[in-house]
């Protein structure tokens, strides 16, 4: 159909963000899944006040990279295919997760102390059943704990149980490389507006995707009206 440039530039915008969503999705969802399956970490979905923090977490985790997937099909969908129906439902879909994104930040500030806490003990409970068990599952949701927040296990870089899973240092780092336990805290204590605004910054970009979907609508409403019948 015979988009305008802007239309065009929308559509570009959607598709491209839609890849980059499926992606993050695909990861969450995957990795969710390897750690409820896996056979290291199954048990743990057992009731045990003992990993209650991890079996919660792993369920928010697939859950979330499901509910991202199913957004980005739609929206990858109806971009290429310029369907309006696809477009309909990813709109509908990601105007949600927008929504539940801003909520999520409102809460983890106004409850940051509250959410630091579950969320230090989450990272103990996966720590200790890594350094039980050395599933590879969990050696890679640890090292995302560590590349992202940039620390090491329970003392630092001088924990040798989970060195393979931490970021690589120098000489002068690894005397001064934090653990996390106390990096996670002190971010949501004394950091609480940058967390709230990590949220709402990926709020805004679902949004401006919520807008060029809008303007991809009306152009593709604005085509078919303008197409000579025959």
Known sequence: MALDGCGQLCKCFLIIFNIIF?????????????LRFSSETRGFFDIDLNTQQFVIGVSVLIALGAVILLVAVFGDYGACNENMNGLAVFSCLLAILAVVEIAAGVFAYMRSDEVGEQLAKFYMTVYAQYVDKGDP????TLSMFHNVLHCCGLIGALDLLVKKTCPETGIWETLTLPACPTVILNLFESKAPLVMGLFLGTAAM???????CSIL???????HLSAPMY
């Open 22 to 34: 499926a992606l993050v999705g695909f990861a969450m969802f995957g990795l969710g899944l390897w």
């Open 137 to 140: 599952g969990l050696a890679v």
């Open 206 to 212: 679902m949004i401006t995707a919520l807008v060029c």
């Open 217 to 223: 609508m009306k152009q593709i409403k604005k085509s």
